[in-house]
Structures are given as C-alpha cells and as structure tokens.
C-alpha cells in the first residue's frame, strides 16, 4: 500500500490514477423504519411518562408481535416501545384553556351563609321577655337552661341529618335526601323538644314553648340550607330581622314579639315542607296516600310490594333498573320473607359514618355555649359574652370559603408539583394562608361585635381574645379534617376537650378564662397534628 498508483499503460499523462470513489446510496435504500415510526407517533410518545404507554398504543393499533419482528426487527412490542420512547424527547403539553377546578365558589354566597347562620340570634333578642325569670341552678335565668339544652340537641341531631341528606346528594339520589331529610326533621323536633321540657325546671311554659319552636326552625332551616336555598330562608327570616331591630330603639309589645316570631317559624317551615314534599308523592307512586303510609316503619305500597327504599334508609344504586338487574332484588324462587332480607342484606348501612358527624355538632357546640356563658357559669357576675358566639357564626361563611379556597390550592399544588415534598410545601403554603385569612377576619368580627354590643366584656384583652382566636383554629380545622374524611379524629378531640371544659367548670378547677384558653389551645394543636398528618396524601385531597 506504500507504493504509488499506477496508471494504463495506454492511458494519457492527463489521465488521473484510478481512486476508489465514495459509494452512492442505491435507489432500493430506505429510511430506519423505527426512525418513521417515531416520527409518526411523536406527539403521543413524547407525552408518555412510560414505555408501556407507548406498548398501548402500538397494541391499540394493531401490531401483533410478528408484525413488529418482521417490520421493525424487534422482538415484540414492549421492545419497540423502549426503542420508541428512548428516541422521543419528552413533552408534556399543558391542556388547553384554564384547568378545571371543582373547589371554585363564590365570595358572596359564603358570606350570605355565614349571614343566614346569624340571623336566628335576633329571635332571642324578641323572646327576652319569654326567657327572663329567677336564676336558676346554673347561674342563668331559668328560660334560658330549656332554650340552651334544644339549641344543643338540635345542634347535634341536624349536624348527622345533614351529613345523612348531603351523602345522598353525592351520590346523586337527591330523592333520597328528601326522604331523609322528611322523617328525620320530625324526629328531630320532637327530640328536641323532649329534651327541652325534661331541662325546664322551674322555667314557664312560654321558655318551654320558645324552645319547641326552635327546635322546629332548627330543623326546618336545615332541610333549606342542604338543598341550597339561603336566599329562600333569608327571605323567611325578614319579619324576625325587623322586629329585632325595632325592638332597639323602641319597645315592642310581647304580642308582637310573639307574633313576629310565629310569623317566620310558619314561613321557614312552610319552605322546608315544600322542599321535601315531592318525595312522599314519588315514594307513592303519585299517590300522597300511598306515600305517606310507606313513610311508616313497615308501610307497604297498594298491591302489597314494598317501597324501593324507606324513607331515611338507603336506596339501591340500581334503583330505576329492571327488577331482574337489580343487585338487592331476589330470584323469583325465593318467597318473600327471604327476598326482604336479601334485600336488606345488600342495602348500605343506615347509620353508617353519621354518628361521628352528630358527636362534632354537639362537642363544637358545647365548645361555643363556653366561649359565650363561661363566666356566668362560674358565677362571676360579669355580662354574658355574646360577641364571641356571634363572631363564631358570622366568622363560618369566611370559613366555608377559605376552606374551598384551600382545596382550590391544594389541586392547583398536585398539578405542579413533582415530587411528594413540593406537593407538601404546597398544601402546607395553603393551609398558612386559609388558616392566618380566617383568623384574620375572625379577629375584625371579635373586635366589631364586642364594639357595637352594649355592656360587652373588653375584646381587647389578651386571654379572651387568645381563646377566641384558638377556639377558631379548633373549628376550622375540624371543617377541613372532615373535608379529608376525618371526621372520627376531629369528633374525638371536640368532644373531649368539651368534657374537659365541663369537668373544669363543675369542679371550679381554676379560671374559667384560662381554662379556656388551655383547653382551646390544647384541642387546636391535636387538629392541627392531624391536618399535618394529612397533607401530603393525595388521597385526602380529593
């Protein structure tokens, strides 16, 4: 190979050695068809986040793995994937338009809510005269121990109605709310009133009958709020609001006091009535009649063939079905007593998940009585601290929106987070700023009610203002724990820390303002503990 080229002997002096060319693509030459492939499928591989994806869709397409052998020298699919997704970059495009958020809800309604839960405070107001009367056991006027021991018992039976009403809602069976919602209001009056009567003591019969008739706005005003009518209720309550007000800058007869009162109790019940009517006429097969005897423990539709579910006990989800599709319905072979009790068997549980939901009504609610009569109840004879409880309800529409502002964030941070610990830096930066909004206007309503209520203990002290504050984190903490479907952990803190306040005051443990403030703080951190726990899993933020 050292020697020189040599050239034909024949050959000119211009003739040029003979230099091996570079060789030319032939015209049977093609492109590597994995090369085509990715170029084709670029978009959709470029947005996979794994190879099987990409072995999906070549599978959706119809390559068998000969195919792929025979076109792509490959061994099956699964290798022509890895080779796909190697060679594509990744791109992941944003969707178009802005993304959909669930958790998206009005300032405005929040705050007529939160109006809404305020407002029946006025009838107190009117019903002074109904309420007033010698001290009785616990320091208070006698008419107030059967109104407070209602308040509670509705409190908490309502607080379970609506979880029962607001589950069938979710699943789309709003029938079935009504249902709910029509035995289980009733039921919830009489109790209430039971309870009334039992605590009236030496209470007179107008204190007895002012609880009666709370316990019935109770529970009509909550069969308004579950089916989402504010506005109707706010209008309901129109008359009360008035006469209230009147009543602060001139005096009112108690005749007009009293008819003022009835006035929006029949109006409120009315609405509610209406609201959940529908569902005995359907549950009649269009018959009131009918309707109404299937509401009883063991009513029977004309023909002899049972309702498709009681009244407050949970359809099948395959009701509207053939009969023969239907998961709870029993073959033909069987007689009646065994198709009642398959049936039966393979209905949802009636009571399940709602007691917890009942104990956090009566634990929060024990928790704000508290806030507002702690110092009567020790026998300090200090005014009663209303703005507090005030503040309280006023301060749930802020709460209510916050809350859903911090379900908003939390789905916005699962978007753009990738990884686990940025997920939980963003919740954990949601849930600062929800908390800090909350306490925010919490503090604004605290130092307002207490400026505009005559003979209001100061606001500005420290202990009472602390306790107000915890006592704040305590509620809204537990509406976000059961927001996470915690609502187990969130009822057993309530609830004891209301014991540990009760036990406090009936032994005269120490100050009623301090033992507040500890007990407030100490059930504050455990929620909080408990939301913390919480916060990075996806699973509770849905």
């Not at 069987?334 to 009504?361: D, E, I, K, N, Q």
């Not at 704000?368 to 009663?384: H, I, K, N, Q, S």
């Amino acid at each position: 190979m050292s020697g020189s080229l040599r050239t034909q002997p024949e050959a000119r002096e211009a003739t040029r050695p003979l230099v091996p060319g570079q060789r030319r693509p032939t015209s049977w030459a093609q492109p590597d068809p994995i090369d085509e492939l990715a170029e084709n499928l670029g978009e959709s591989v470029s947005a996979a986040v794994h190879p099987d994806e990409v072995a999906a869709l070549l599978e959706s397409d119809g390559l068998s793995d000969d195919q792929i052998r025979e076109r792509y020298g490959v061994t099956n699919s699964f290798a022509l994937a890895e080779e796909l997704f190697g060679r594509v970059d990744r791109a992941h495009p944003e969707p178009a338009g802005p993304p959909h958020d669930p958790w998206r809800i009005g300032l405005l309604g929040c705050l007529l809510r939160g109006i809404v839960f305020a407002l029946p405070g006025l009838g107190y107001v009117l019903a002074a005269p109904l309420l007033a009367g010698p001290e009785g056991a616990l320091g208070l006027p006698a008419g107030t121990v059967p109104m407070l021991t209602g308040a509670l018992c509705g409190w908490t039976w309502n607080q379970g109605l609506a979880h029962r009403a607001y589950t069938w809602m979710g699943l789309g069976d709003h029938a079935a709310a009504r249902r709910a919602l029509l035995v289980g209001t009733p039921v919830g009056v009489l109790l209430g009133s039971l309870v009334a009567f039992a605590a009236a003591g030496s209470a007179g019969r107008g204190a007895v009958a002012f609880a009666a008739g709370q316990s019935g706005y109770l529970g009509a005003a909550t069969v308004l709020l579950v089916m989402g009518r504010e506005r109707t209720l706010l209008t309901a309550l129109a008359p009360m609001t008035a006469g209230a007000i009147v009543t602060v800058f001139h005096p009112v007869p108690d005749l007009a006091r009293v008819a003022l009162l009835l006035g929006s109790l029949a109006a409120v019940a009315l609405l509610g009535l209406f609201e959940v009517a529908p569902a005995v006429r359907e549950l009649g097969e269009g018959s009131w009649g009918a309707g109404l005897l299937a509401l009883l423990p063991y009513g029977k539709l004309r023909g002899g063939t049972e309702p498709s579910g009681r009244a407050g006990e949970p359809r099948a989800a395959s009701a509207g079905r053939p009969a023969a599709e239907k998961p709870g319905t029993a073959p033909a072979g069987l007689g009646p007593v065994a198709a009642r009790l398959r049936a039966r068997r393979s209905a949802p549980s009636r009571h399940a998940g709602t007691l917890p939901y009942a104990l956090f009504g009566l634990g929060s609610g024990v928790l704000v009585l508290y806030a507002a009569l702690g110092d009567v109840l020790t026998g300090a004879r200090t005014a009663v601290a209303a703005p507090a409880a005030v503040a309280l309800t006023l301060s749930m529409g802020p709460a209510e929106w916050l809350l859903f502002r911090f379900r908003s964030g939390s789905l916005a941070g699962l978007r753009s987070s990738t990884s686990a610990r940025s997920f939980r830096r963003a919740t954990a930066g949601a849930l600062v700023r929800c908390l800090a909004g909350y306490l925010a206007a919490l503090l604004v309503l605290g130092l307002a009610t207490s400026a505009l209520w005559p003979h209001a203990p100061a606001a500005a002290d420290g202990i009472r203002l602390g306790a107000l504050l915890l006592l704040g984190v305590v509620m809204w903490t537990g509406l976000l724990l059961q927001s996470f479907g915690a609502v187990t952990g969130t009822a057993t803190v309530v609830c004891a820390a209301a014991l540990a306040q009760t036990a406090a005051l009936a032994t005269h443990t120490g100050d009623a303002h301090w033992v507040g403030l500890i007990v407030y703080g100490a059930a504050a951190g455990a929620q909080t503990v408990l939301v913390c726990a919480r916060l990075g899993k996806v699973t509770a933020h849905r």
